[in-house]
Every structure is written in structure tokens, then in C-alpha cells.
């Protein structure tokens, strides 16, 4: 007996659905998975929605996102609470949508569910939103694995930071020309444009190219650091103290008596926003890289235009860097008569590969910059001084440098707080922060969408964050979990007093 829509959904004069018994179709196809232990199911294209209502009734604790290029999901199904509707473009603002209810503790808790009909006659579509979901959930995999690394350094590295840095100075760049330098292993092919020219730019060097620089003689106007960790300090130790040192909260803290050292930039983190506030200081999103930081700042910064060179986005047979390096040291020091140099940057080269064209050498790492890369806009023209390596979408290749007006750049001071203000303030959020947490953890659920300090308190304890909100919106009380995360959180903010104590 028909039960389907009198208008079913068709395609190219094929059905979308069954036009019969829709209803018994969507059970088959929900039989073929348990979601019982799933918090978020992505839809594509369910067509008029006859797979909400059974998965609603055998899952009823479960958020939908429907992927929708048709748009003819039926309106009682979109509730706005548990059901939520995407019909826009598949691939840049889909990201943003899944951004927007899907967080890193979701990860073990996620399902995609293409209607089987739509992958057949809308393959394209289909094709473009499971690319789309692929890149933003490795994504979420990359911020996850660094959060589990960095978050406490995160936190340690912020607050030593806010409170020791000099105030933040600016240089007034607009309508200039900025030459970012990265380290790749095709930097040496620029070196003859970049000596002859670099006088007419604003050189940004990152930390991996500084002793490069150095050695070839190259001015650098400012250096940009990101990296939170131990390898940071490798890099910090060429840097000449008479360059200054931009960096956001979050970066290695390291000190000198001369070295001039900037919170140049705010890049929107739960701490950011407690500690920095509104000051000015340009705001631009985490990254995970320091080239793509670098080119956030120097768009926000209003320039002309922004040149990379050395941005090869690849290893260049078993180079992955130009020569001299910080690591290359570290990597001889492993050498013995059965292990040789050569061997060394072999080894590294074969593991980190998972693509190659000719002698280039892709990483994921790499291709993933590259992938966010490409999906970014920015107001200015940007270039890449290389003819050769792995092409990226929105960046033209050039041989040569511009000529353009030279001079010395100014930079300005910002509003920042006194010293003892900002231990008062740094004292005041810890406990703060401390007493919030022990009521927060206990009730973190996935049904309300983590806010900005159930955030925060999830980079300090991911993993026990994430078992947390999966078990108790599962309909289970981890009360054991709750106690080791409570426990976790009030000895690392004290932990965090006393260290900042001992600094004031």
C-alpha cells in the first residue's frame, strides 16, 4: 500500500525516496548501524526528512545536522534544538556550520549518514561534503591531538607571558609590502632576488629561517613565533637579540635582558580575551602553524601585499628544510658509523610521506596547511617566490620581487596594564577559575554546547573532559571521572598561583 508523499523528491526522473513506503525504507537503511553511543549525526541529503523521525524515536538524545542541497526538508523537522539545517555552499561555509555544533569532545561520538539514494544521483554534492566533513573532522583531530600536548603549556606559557612581556608595540605597515620567509628547502633558489630586494620589503622571518638569514646576511625586521613547546627554544637561541620577537600568549616564554619580545596578536582563545581584553591588538585565528600565523598578522596589519618564499609545502626529496638549520645539530648528534646523516633525513622523510610527485614530498601536516590555506580570503595579493613545488590555490608563484619604496617603519605602543595590575588580574582569574571548575565539570553534558569556560577547562583535561560529557549525556553519572577531573583542576590552578608568585 502507497504511504509515501503525494509529490515525492525526484532527481534526473529518478525517486529520491521510495514512493511507496518511504518510512519502511528509512528503518532499513537505520538498521545497518547501532547510534546508540553516538551523540551527533550528519545527515546528507535525507530529501524530505522520513529518516528523522525513526532515528529521533530509537535515539532520542541525538543532535542532527542535515546536509541539504535540495533544501525540501519538511519544516516540522527542523526544530532548531536537536535538528539543524545546512543548505548553503558544500565545501567553505559548511565548515563554519559544523563548527558551530560540533567540538572536539565530540570526536568519538560522531557519525556521517549519506542517504544512499543521494550519493547515487547527486555525486558531485556528495563528493564535495564528504571532502568538506573529512578535512574539518581532521581538523578537529589535529586541535584535539595539540590540546592534549599543549593545553596546560597553553595556560602556563599565557599567564607567564601576560605577566612578564614588555607592552605590545605595533608597526604601522599599512599600504606596505611584507616578505614572509619560511624555511623550506627551495628558500636557497630565492636567495639571489631575496638579497638583491628584500631592502624594499618588510622582512618577517619565521623561526626555523633565522639562521639562514643570518648566515647569508639578510636583514630581518621582525620575527614571528608561535610554537608553545620545547622545540621553540631550539630556534630562540639564533635569534639576535636586536630583531624583535612577535608571538601570541600562548608561545614559549623565554626572556632576555635586550631582546624585545610583543604579544603582537590576539588570536581569540578563551584566555586571550581574559588576560588581553580589547587593546588593539590585532585578533586573528589559531592556526596550528606559525606561516599561516604570520600571514593572518600581516593581513590584519592592512598591507599592500604579502610575499612568501620558502613556502614549499613540501620536502624536496629527503630535504625538508633549507640548510643551515637548528635541527640539523640535533639530527648529526644521532649519527654514529652505522647511521649516517644522510640515513637520518631518509628515515624522516619515508615516514612523514603520504603522497609524492616526482622528488617532492607531501606530508599531511603539510598538505593539511595547505588545505586551510586554500580556504581562506585576504584582502591583499599574495604571491610565493618559487617557480617550482606543490601549487596553492589563491597564491601566484612569481620569479621576482617588486621594487617599491624603502624606509624605516614606526612602531607605537598600545594601552597595556602596569605590572602590578596585571598580577592582580592574573591572581584574580586563578581563583576565580579554581571554584568555577569544580561546579562546571560536574555537569559538562553535550547538550548544551560547551560555552567559552567549559571550553577552556576541556584544553586542561581533554581526555577526562571528553569521557565526561560522552558518559553523562549517554544518561550515565561518571561520578569517579568527575572527582579525578575536579582534583586535576584545583592542583593545577594552584600549581599556576604559586608559580606566578614566585615571578611577581
Given at each position: ?8 523528491v525526484?532527481i ?8 511507496y513506503n518511504?518510512e519502511?525504507?528509512a ?14 549525526v ?9 529518516i ?20 525540501r ?12 539545517l545546512?543548505?548553503?555552499d ?19 561520538h ?21 571532502k ?41 605597515l599599512?599600504?606596505?609590502n611584507?616578505?614572509i620567509?619560511?624555511?623550506g ?10 638579497r ?28 614571528i613565533?608561535?610554537?608553545?613547546g ?9 635569534f639576535?637579540?636586536?630583531v ?12 632576555n635582558g ?8 590576539n ?14 591588538i590585532?585578533l ?15 593581513s590584519?596589519?592592512?598591507c ?22 637548528p ?5 648529526m ?17 619515508l ?5 609524492r610527485?616526482?622528488?617532492l ?10 588545505e586551510?590555506?586554500e580556504?581562506r ?15 596553492i ?6 620569479a621576482k620581487l617588486e ?8 612602531w607605537?605602543?598600545?594601552?597595556y596594564p602596569?605590572?602590578?595590575?596585571r ?12 571554584h ?15 560555552d ?8 586542561l ?44
Amino acid at each position: 500500500m502507497k504511504s509515501g508523499d503525494s509529490s515525492p523528491v525526484m532527481i534526473n526522473g529518478k525517486y529520491l525516496h521510495s514512493p511507496y513506503n518511504p518510512e519502511r525504507e528509512a528503518l532499513k537503511v537505520l538498521a545497518k548501524e547501532d547510534y546508540s553511543r553516538k551523540r551527533i549525526v550528519i545527515l546528507f541529503e535525507p530529501g524530505t526528512g522520513y529518516i528523522i523521525p525513526p532515528l529521533k524515536s530509537l535515539y532520542p538524545h541525538l543532535t542532527l545536522l542535515v546536509i541539504s542541497p535540495l533544501g525540501r526538508l519538511a519544516s516540522e523537522y527542523r526544530d532548531g534544538n536537536s535538528v539543524f539545517l545546512w543548505t548553503g555552499d558544500l565545501e567553505t561555509g559548511l565548515r563554519g556550520f559544523l563548527s558551530e555544533h560540533i567540538h572536539e569532545s565530540d570526536l568519538s561520538h560522531i557519525a556521517y549518514l549519506p542517504w544512499p539514494s543521494s550519493v547515487r544521483l547527486l555525486p558531485q554534492e556528495a563528493s564535495r561534503a564528504g571532502k568538506t566533513i573529512s578535512l574539518f573532522i581532521s581538523w578537529l583531530q589535529a586541535n584535539h591531538s595539540h590540546v592534549v600536548g599543549f593545553g596546560v603549556k597553553n595556560l602556563r606559557n599565557s599567564l607567564v607571558n601576560y605577566l612578564l612581556c614588555e607592552e605590545p608595540r605595533l608597526p604601522d605597515l599599512r599600504n606596505r609590502n611584507i616578505l614572509i620567509i619560511a624555511s623550506g628547502p627551495g628558500l636557497r633558489d630565492c636567495l639571489d632576488e631575496i638579497r638583491d630586494k628584500s631592502r624594499f620589503y618588510f622582512v618577517i622571518a619565521l623561526p626555523s629561517a633565522v639562521s639562514f638569514l643570518l648566515k647569508e646576511k639578510i636583514p630581518i625586521d621582525l620575527i614571528i613565533s608561535t610554537d608553545p613547546g620545547y622545540w621553540a627554544s631550539v630556534h630562540y637561541g639564533s635569534f639576535p637579540d636586536a630583531v624583535s620577537v612577535g608571538t601570541g600568549l600562548s608561545g614559549r616564554c623565554v626572556f632576555n635582558g635586550s631582546r624585545k619580545i610583543y604579544p603582537l596578536f590576539n588570536q581569540g582563545t578563551y584566555l586571550d580575551r581574559q588576560l588581553l581584553g580589547n587593546r588593539g591588538i590585532p585578533l586573528i585565528p589559531g592556526t596550528g602553524s606559525v606561516a599561516l600565523a604570520a600571514l593572518e598578522w600581516a593581513s590584519a596589519m592592512q598591507c599592500r601585499t604579502i610575499t612568501f618564499a620558502g613556502l614549499d609545502m613540501c620536502l624536496r626529496d629527503i630535504r625538508s628544510h633549507v640548510s643551515p638549520h637548528p635541527f640539523d645539530n640535533l639530527l648529526m648528534s644521532g649519527t654514529d658509523f652505522t647511521n649516517s646523516l644522510h640515513h637520518i633525513y631518509f628515515d624522516r622523510a619515508l615516514a612523514v610521506t603520504f603522497k609524492r610527485e616526482d622528488s617532492l614530498r607531501i606530508s599531511h601536516s603539510l598538505n593539511q596547511y595547505r588545505e586551510w590555506l586554500e580556504n581562506r580570503s585576504y584582502p591583499q595579493s599574495l604571491y610565493r617566490l618559487q617557480m617550482s613545488g606543490i601549487s596553492i590555490q589563491g597564491l601566484t608563484d612569481t620569479a621576482k620581487l617588486e621594487k617599491g619604496s624603502e624606509g624605516s617603519v614606526t612602531w607605537s605602543p598600545l594601552p597595556y596594564p602596569s605590572r602590578s595590575e596585571r598580577r592582580e588580574r592574573i591572581g584574580s582569574l586563578l581563583k576565580k577559575w579554581r571554584h568555577e571548575s569544580q561546579e562546571r565539570i560536574s555537569g559538562a553534558s553535550a547538550k548544551v554546547f560547551p560555552d567559552d569556560f567549559d571550553d577552556f577547562l576541556y584544553t586542561l583535561i581533554p581526555q577526562i573532559f571528553s569521557r565526561i560529557r560522552g558518559e553523562t549525556d549517554l544518561g550515565e553519572t561518571p561520578e569517579k571521572m568527575i572527582r579525578e577531573g575536579q582534583e586535576k583542576l584545583t592542583a593545577l590552578f594552584i600549581q599556576m598561583e604559586e608559580l606566578c608568585e614566585r615571578l611577581a
